[in-house]
Structure formats: structure tokens, C-alpha cells
């Protein structure tokens, strides 16, 4: 039995009664609370029953993360199935409110605070009692639920977290990879130590944060207050703010239930007064947060919805541009349509606006008058012929065109290259031209 429970154990982390993890192997028989009635499996639950409307989870013993055979076969809790039957409880509509029954030293730290979100965000009312041990995380998760209660010789507490390890074999050649140096650390050296230590502060710290949150105190009252590692008898317990009331578990039950005034009982008050509360700012807490998430969801939203009507403002703006650009060219006509097409072109890819455009239009149309003007003046000489130009720059411009043309240019693309490249050419012919008409 002990060689087939050497894993189990073995699991460094724990947020355990220390007394408790030395008698694990001793808790197949977990005393259970005194109780006048049997309750109804809940359907479907691995250890949930229902006492009227009320669903009654037991958290009995160690808790370990997962179910396995050894779980079921001892009973022990487990943070999967613990998780299940809440979930179960709350989709019951026959349910009103739940009940968790600790005695509990506490367990591996492996999803407690999980399950302990979970609890908290139920929108049933929650309530947890203990009649030995509510330590550590067994404590962790009912400090997540509305209430607490405990029978007067419970013990509650041991805040903090546990960790279990063993120096090394020294017949053993440990051997860890060059980029990994605490991967394996010897808790016998003081660096091992340091580094162990630090992990525990690390966990310790979210347990505590915790605790604060949900028991509405501060972290240094938790600290200070809650027995540092220590356990805390019932009326302690409830001095220190730790708990909510001392009663039984029958007592509470039926309180819950509303079949019984228990007027002797310190509970009772507590209890009546605080049950709709509680639910009542569970719900708004678990609201404030869903309305916090969906503000930022929302304003994500509408950023991104700005974005998309800007850019569609731009291409609508583009849009709306190119149309104006391509009416001015539409309405263009003669035999140099070829240069309006193309300026057309160069004018979108560039994405001008209307006035640039216009002014290209302009420019181009310059351009092509003073060609036209270039054309009609000028005839090509008689074959043999020297043309007989007024002026000596004619002669300059009579050549030019002579040559690009004997290279197979037509006469308006020699023009047109004389005027960008030989422009003083060009323009003393059309001067000479315009004095002898």
C-alpha cells in the first residue's frame, strides 16, 4: 500500500496541515459530521445529495487535482469533481443553494484557485460549513463562498503553503541540460533553498491575495490575523474574521432550508440577515465584472468600427475623385485623343485631384497648339532641295524634323519630340512663321 501511494504523495506542492500530509495513508476513513438524515444522490454528481433544495458537496479528507481509481475507490475529493457536481448544482432548477461540507486538511495546490473562481462566481447562494478540519485549501475555497460556519471545535486555518521535497541520492548522477540550470535543484544547498523558498512565497502570495479579496479584508490583516500557518479553534476563528458563525450542521441546514427559526443559535441572525445579501452582491460583483468586460469589448468595437468608416470615407473620397477626373477627360475630343487617354491614366495612378488634373489638361492642350501651329507651318523641301528659311534657327528645325523622319517617325511625333527635347528650335520656327504670315 505505501509503495503503490509513493506518487501520490510525493507531489511537491501543497497547501496542507502539515500534522495532516504526515497521515494521508491514514485517511481512507474520513470522519464525516453528525448528521439526522440521509440526503438523494444528485443526478448525474459524484458526491453531491440534495437535502430538500439545498445541494450538499462533501469536501472530505485531502484534495488532489484529478479523479483517478485511488480517489474513487478511498472517496477523496478532488478539484475535477468538486468542480463537476457545482456545476451540476447550479443547472439544477430545483437547487436554490449550495453547501459545502469541510473536513478537510487541505490538498495539492494544482487548481484550487480555479475551482475557488468558480465558486465565487456562482449565482446561487453558497455557503460553507466544517465540523473538524477546514485548513489551508480546503479553506482557500470556502473563503469563496457567501458564508462560512464551523462547529465550535473545528479548526480552521493553516494559511499558507507547504513544500514537500528531499535532498538527493547520493548514489544518483543528476545531469540537467546547459540552458536549464534550475531545472534541478539540491534543497540541501542554501541556493536550493533560496529557489524552493521563493516558489512557495510565489503561491503563498495568490492564496493570500485571495483570501483578502474574498473575505473583504486587507492582505496584512490576512498576514497578520489568520494564524500564520497556524490552525484557529472555531470561536477564534470567528474573532479574527476568518469564519462567519459557530452552529451545527443540522442547524445550518434547516436554516437554509427555512423549516426551522433557530433563535438559540449564533448562526441564526447572521444567517437570515445575510443570505439575500450575500447572493444579492455575489450577483452584482459577478455583474460588475461581466459589465467591465463588455465595456472593453465595446469600446474595442467602436475603435475599430472609426477605423473602418475612416478608410471608407477615404476610398469614398477617392472614389468620388477619379469619377470628377474622368468627366473632365470624357468630354475631350480631336485627333490627339491618344495623349488626352494617356494623361487620363497617369492622372488616376497618381491620384491627383481635380484641380492638378485640370491643370495638366491645360498644359497638354498648350502643348498641342503650338504643335499644330509647328505642322501647319512647315512643309517638307522638294527632293533635292534645300528649304529656303527666313531665319538660320528654321534651318536648324528643318533638319531635326528631316532626320527623325527619315528614321521613320511621323511628322506630328517629330514635332512633338522637337518640342521636349529641341524647344528653342521650335520655337524660333514658330516665331519665323507667325512674321512671315
Not at 501543497?14 to 444522490?41: F, M, N
Not at 462566481?121 to 460553507?128: E, G, I, Q, R, V
Not at 440577515?273 to 472593453?296: P, R, V, W
Request: glycine fraction near 6%; charge should be negative.
Amino acid at each position: 500500500m505505501t509503495q503503490s501511494l509513493s506518487p501520490f504523495l510525493n507531489h511537491p506542492t501543497w497547501a496542507i496541515y502539515r500534522p495532516a500530509l504526515q497521515s494521508l495513508i491514514k485517511q481512507a476513513l474520513v470522519p464525516q459530521a453528525v448528521e439526522s438524515k440521509d440526503g438523494q444522490r444528485l443526478s448525474g454528481a459524484r458526491t453531491a445529495y440534495v437535502r430538500g433544495h439545498v445541494a450538499v458537496i462533501p469536501v472530505m479528507g485531502p484534495i488532489v487535482p484529478h479523479e483517478s481509481l485511488f480517489t474513487w475507490y478511498f472517496d477523496i475529493a478532488t478539484v475535477e469533481g468538486i468542480a463537476k457536481d457545482v456545476q451540476l448544482a447550479v443547472e439544477n432548477p430545483n437547487i436554490y443553494r449550495i453547501l459545502f461540507h469541510f473536513d478537510s486538511p487541505g490538498g495539492h495546490t494544482t487548481g484550487i484557485a480555479e475551482l475557488a473562481h468558480i465558486i465565487r462566481a456562482c449565482l446561487k447562494p453558497t455557503y460553507s460549513y466544517s465540523t473538524g478540519l477546514l485548513c489551508s485549501a480546503a479553506y482557500w475555497l470556502a473563503a469563496a463562498t457567501n458564508e462560512i460556519y464551523v462547529h465550535e471545535t473545528a479548526l480552521v486555518g493553516s494559511v499558507g503553503v507547504l513544500l514537500v521535497t528531499q535532498s538527493d541520492d547520493p548514489d544518483d548522477i543528476i545531469i540537467t541540460s546547459r540552458h536549464a540550470p534550475n531545472k534541478h535543484v539540491d534543497p540541501a544547498t542554501e541556493a536550493g533553498q533560496h529557489h524552493l523558498q521563493t516558489l512557495a512565497d510565489s503561491i503563498e502570495a495568490v492564496f493570500i491575495r485571495d483570501l483578502a479579496q474574498f473575505r473583504g479584508v486587507s492582505e496584512r490583516y490576512v498576514q497578520d490575523q489568520f494564524g500564520q500557518g497556524d490552525v484557529l479553534v472555531g470561536d477564534q476563528a470567528k474573532t479574527r474574521q476568518m469564519v462567519d458563525g459557530l452552529t451545527s450542521f443540522e442547524s445550518l441546514l434547516s436554516q437554509m432550508q427555512g423549516t426551522q427559526n433557530m433563535t438559540t443559535s449564533s448562526a441564526a441572525t447572521s444567517l437570515a440577515e445575510h443570505t439575500d445579501a450575500a447572493h444579492l452582491q455575489a450577483q452584482i460583483t459577478t455583474l460588475q465584472s461581466e459589465k467591465t468586460a463588455l465595456t472593453g469589448q465595446l469600446e474595442a468595437s467602436v475603435s475599430e468600427l472609426k477605423a473602418l468608416k475612416a478608410q471608407l470615407d477615404t476610398h469614398q473620397q477617392a472614389s468620388e475623385q477619379r469619377a470628377e477626373i474622368s468627366a473632365l477627360f470624357d468630354v475631350l475630343e480631336g485627333d490627339q485623343q491618344g495623349l488626352f487617354a494617356q494623361l487620363h491614366v497617369q492622372c488616376l495612378t497618381e491620384n491627383v485631384t481635380k484641380a492638378e488634373a485640370t491643370q495638366r489638361i491645360k498644359t497638354l492642350r498648350a502643348e498641342m497648339g503650338q504643335v499644330k501651329v509647328v505642322q501647319a507651318a512647315w512643309s517638307p523641301p522638294p527632293p533635292g532641295q534645300q528649304s529656303a528659311p527666313p531665319e538660320g534657327q528654321n534651318k536648324d528645325f528643318n533638319a531635326l524634323v528631316a532626320e527623325y523622319m527619315a528614321q521613320g517617325m511621323s511628322k506630328p511625333d517629330a514635332v512633338r519630340l522637337i518640342a521636349k527635347e529641341h524647344p528653342e528650335a521650335q520655337q524660333a520656327f514658330i516665331d519665323a512663321a507667325k512674321a512671315a504670315s
